[in-house]
């Protein structure tokens, strides 16, 4: 009898590492004989013209949320382990808060997998709203040793299942010569800190006066940043938007230096994907970043809001281009411990374990 699990996660209509984790998760346990795997969106879609309410504000919020309910309702009852993605904060509360319990309504085995670097903060500052609801999961997957880490300081056990880097569908080039051109492929939040990327870059370019930055993503600080830009009198400054996944990998085909200056983290996919690529990265160290890049090694880790010296290594990386090479194929080897075949076993095993305990 095939192993039945529920995916609850957002979907690619909220584009984010949450997002294309639990495609790849459905999609790859779709082959696997032994699991009968659905997926049940966060933010399903309205039927017919009922989807216009989505369009309203505040509409959109409970209108979306009644529906996410009733398909819970519905649909986890059908299933032996509920695999519920999590973010933080409000978000934790709309999204993986309804989906735990209704699974334990209905006595399902539930596997909370808790992504985001605020983790710390949350878990402080929400403590009563949130341990509670924790402690009803049968079973909590984080995708570092950082979160581990950090869940363990609230004497709570998780286990560390690494996201899924599909090594196929992004090609490897080594850059025997560094061209100027520069990515930043993060959400325009203020957490991850594009602000200090162009600041950075601006420094750069006084250095190199023909180099590029292309700014991938969107976000609540576009406007500011774009602001910024212009104040910092930056040129051949492209800011892309927002881009679908299946896009992504033409921008780190394009580019020759990745720059990362988040502020709080936990195991970014941008980073494993530039690696995937052969793409230098320089980035902060915030949160759990310094598990999967060693400084000098696999990439250039500079401090947090420090601007400088991340502009500093990026111009090192330029002017040294043997050293480029060396880390990009240490960080392409980085990746295979992300890769399906090695992660598939963890999920199973974890899923299987957890069935067992119900019988």
Aim: net charge positive; glycine share 6%; hydrophobic share 45%.
């Amino acid at each position: 009898m095939s192993l039945r699990v529920l995916i609850v996660a957002a979907s690619l209509d909220i584009l984010g590492g949450q997002a294309v984790q639990a495609e790849r998760l459905v999609r790859h346990l779709e082959q696997e004989p032994s699991v009968e795997v659905s997926f049940l969106p966060i933010n399903p879609r309205l039927p017919g013209k009922l989807r216009k309410l989505q369009s309203i504000k505040y509409v959109r919020t409970l209108t979306t949320s009644i529906l996410y309910c009733l398909n819970l309702l519905r649909e986890v009852r059908k299933y032996d382990v509920i695999h519920i993605f999590s973010a933080s904060y409000l978000s934790f509360l709309i999204a993986p808060t309804p989906a735990i319990l209704v699974s334990k309504l209905y006595g399902r085995k539930i596997v909370l997998n808790y992504h985001s670097g605020e983790a710390e903060d949350h878990l402080r500052r929400w403590r009563r709203s949130t341990i509670p609801i924790l402690k009803f999961a049968d079973a909590i997957a984080v995708p570092s040793e950082y979160l581990v880490r950090v869940f363990a300081g609230f004497g709570i056990e998780a286990t560390p299942i690494f996201n899924i880097i599909e090594l196929d569908k992004f090609s490897f080039r080594e850059r025997m010569q560094l061209r100027p051109i520069f990515l930043s492929n993060r959400n325009l939040e203020a957490h991850y800190g594009v602000d200090s990327v162009l600041r950075a870059f601006a420094l750069i370019q006084r250095q190199v006066p023909d180099a590029w930055l292309t700014v991938v993503g969107d976000g609540r600080q576009r406007q500011a940043l774009e602001r910024l830009a212009t104040e910092l009198n930056l040129k051949q400054t492209l800011f892309a938007g927002r881009v679908e996944h299946e896009e992504i990998h033409r921008h780190y085909s394009n580019a020759d230096v990745f720059l990362n200056a988040s502020r709080i983290d936990n195991q970014p996919l941008s980073i494993l994907e530039a690696f995937a690529c052969g793409l230098p990265v320089v980035t902060t160290n915030a949160g759990g970043i310094p598990d999967i890049v060693t400084d000098g090694e696999t990439g250039f880790v500079v401090a947090v809001d420090d601007h400088q010296a991340l502009a500093h290594r990026a111009l090192e990386l330029l002017s040294d281009c043997n050293q480029a090479v060396t880390m990009t194929r240490q960080a392409r080897e980085e990746c295979r411990q992300y890769t399906w075949a090695v992660v598939c076993g963890r999920w199973l095993g974890l899923y299987r374990k957890l069935a067992e305990k119900s019988r």
